[in-house]
C-alpha cells in the first residue's frame, strides 16, 4: 500500500523560509506529477504548486510565484516545496497529491487527476505564519 508522508511544517515569523517534503513509499514517483495544495481554516482547498513527472517543469500559483520552488529527488522518491518570504496568508495545511499533468493554461496552472489506484494523498502538514 503507497503512502505519501508530508514533513517540514511549523510556525515561523513573516519573512522566514520552511522547506516542506513529499516523501511516496510503496510506489516510485516515476512520471507522475506531483502537486502541493493548502488549505487555510474556512476556505477551500487550492492548488499552490506542481512538478510535472515528464520534464520537472514547475508550476505556481500567482501568489507564490518567485517566493516558492517546487523541486524534486528521484533518487529519494521525494518532491520539496522550499517556501521562502513566508507572509501570513501562508498559513494553512500543505498537502502533497500525485497527479498525471500540470501545466499553464489562460495564466493559470492547472492539474488532470490519476486514476484512484493512482492517486495518492499524504496527511498534510501545518505551516503558520504569525508574528
Known amino acids: 500500500q503507497g503512502q505519501l508522508v508530508e514533513s517540514g511544517g511549523g510556525s515561523v515569523q513573516p519573512g522566514e523560509s520552511l522547506r516542506l517534503s513529499c516523501a511516496a513509499s510503496?510506489?516510485?514517483?516515476?512520471?507522475?506529477?506531483v502537486a502541493w495544495f493548502r488549505q487555510a481554516p474556512g476556505k477551500e482547498r487550492e492548488p499552490v504548486s506542481c512538478?510535472?513527472?515528464?520534464?520537472?517543469?514547475?508550476y505556481y500559483m500567482d501568489s507564490v510565484k518567485g517566493r516558492f520552488t517546487v523541486s524534486r529527488d528521484s533518487a529519494k522518491n521525494t518532491v520539496y516545496l522550499q517556501m521562502n518570504s513566508l507572509e501570513p496568508d501562508d498559513t494553512a495545511l500543505y498537502s502533497c497529491?500525485?497527479?498525471?499533468?500540470?501545466?499553464?493554461?489562460?495564466?493559470?496552472?492547472?492539474?488532470?487527476?490519476?486514476?484512484?489506484?493512482?492517486?495518492?494523498w499524504g496527511q498534510g502538514t501545518q505551516v503558520t505564519v504569525s508574528s
Open positions: 497529491h500525485t497527479v498525471s499533468v500540470c501545466g499553464y493554461s489562460d495564466g493559470a496552472f492547472f492539474y488532470t487527476e490519476l486514476g484512484p489506484s493512482d492517486a495518492y
Open positions: 510503496g510506489f516510485t514517483f516515476g512520471y507522475f506529477g
Open positions: 512538478i510535472s513527472g515528464f520534464d520537472e517543469s514547475t
